[in-house]
């Protein structure tokens, strides 16, 4: 094979492993892992395609085994680590290759076992057929049926369904950044839906949300309060979209890490913006005084100013002309690959 007939292997063996694993590093470990197997053999493969696609969904499986004592213990809500390009217009099949890429659909996923997240993701996204199911994941093809029967339960009834209208995503997200920007809660409610959720995912590494928030008040109100209390200056943002969807990255000079008193502040902030007895201006005052108790621990330091990283990258789920869920992955280490 040449390198382009490698290099298209090793593309779909990552976009096998990444919706499996939700990881952008283990997934190139795993496809990078699954093509050296495929330089080794010394027979013909009929269908390398195939062949990697095997090979990179047992391999996948038996790191989901390793790490799911891992992932049990971590801090705070988890989220995959994002996928990141600039928005640009695309054919409308895309739109059903970004939903099986969704974040939404990705942290679904992590309600099933290791083996039924291959066979529902081996049908559903890459539509083999239940003997060939079978073979891969080495079940019977009675068993693969009933593993892929019990995913769809536990899933479809959660599943996302994003609106197909990508400018109209992408229109609703200005706006509903735009407003944060301003501190417009009024604009901001109206634009979320009544029941919407926030996901922010620092796993204790960065200063954001250690549990859900949910209802369009309370993250119109947190919203608002990121944006005041955001260093001035110091960030850059643009559009991209993240898995798919409409989202942002936000870059600037390297954080220090969280330091133990902003994280206590941060988390006494966030009971009183919940309780409704504090406003953006008061927040910032707040996360103020817990940077000059830590130390400045979130502010850049002079060495630093010349590594530029990504902070924060934030994704919405647009449903029915609304803003359905915000996920903000703030974990610096699933954000080093940006």
Same mark, same amino acid.
């Given at each position: ?5 490698? %290099?298209a292997l090793r ?12 990881? $952008? ?30 090979? $990179? ?9 390793? &790490? ?12 995959? %680590? ?29 309600? !099933? ?21 079978? #073979? ?36 609703? =997200? ?10 417009? =809660?009024? #604009? ?7 029941? &919407? ?13 250690? %549990?859900?928030?949910?209802? #369009?008040? !309370? ?52 009971? =009183? ?9 008061? =927040? ?17 330091? #002079?060495? %630093? ?6 902070w924060s990258v ?11 869920? $915000? ?12």
């Amino acid at each position: 094979m040449g390198d382009r007939e490698l %290099e298209a292997l090793r593309r779909h063996g990552f976009g096998v492993a990444y919706r499996m694993l939700g990881s $952008v590093s283990e997934a190139e470990d795993v496809a990078q892992e699954a093509l050296l197997r495929l330089t080794r053999q010394e027979g013909s493969i009929d269908e390398p395609a195939a062949w990697i696609t095997t090979v $990179v969904t047992r391999l996948s499986i038996n790191v989901l085994k390793s &790490a799911r004592t891992r992932r049990e213990s971590y801090v705070g809500p988890w989220l995959p %680590e994002p996928l990141v390009e600039d928005p640009a217009p695309g054919p409308a099949s895309r739109a059903e290759l970004a939903d099986s890429l969704s974040l939404a659909l990705l942290v679904l996923l992590e309600r !099933l076992t290791p083996v039924e997240r291959a066979a529902y993701l081996l049908r559903e996204v890459f539509g083999y057929e239940y003997a060939e199911i079978a #073979a891969i994941i080495e079940q019977t093809e009675v068993n693969s049926r009933q593993l892929v029967t019990r995913a769809r339960k536990h899933l479809e009834a959660s599943r996302p369904r994003f609106d197909a209208d990508e400018a109209a995503r992408d229109a609703l =997200l200005e706006r509903f950044l735009a407003a944060a920007e301003e501190g417009d =809660l009024e #604009a901001l409610e109206e634009l979320l839906a009544k029941d &919407a959720v926030l996901y922010a995912d620092s796993g204790g590494k960065a200063m954001a949300p250690q %549990e859900p928030l949910v209802g #369009a008040q !309370l993250i119109a109100r947190f919203m608002a309060a990121v944006a005041q209390a955001r260093p001035s200056g110091e960030l850059e943002s643009r559009r991209v979209r993240v898995n798919g969807q409409p989202g942002r990255v936000v870059r600037g000079p390297a954080e220090r890490p969280l330091g133990e008193a902003e994280r206590l502040a941060a988390e006494k902030a966030l009971a =009183l913006l919940k309780s409704g007895d504090v406003d953006a201006k008061q =927040l910032d005052t707040l996360m103020q005084d817990a940077r000059d108790a830590g130390g400045g621990s979130t502010r850049p330091v #002079a060495q %630093e100013q010349a590594e530029v990283r990504v902070w924060s990258v934030l994704t919405v789920d647009v449903v029915e002309g609304r803003i359905q869920a $915000v996920r903000i992955v703030r974990n610096p280490d699933k954000l080093g690959h940006l």
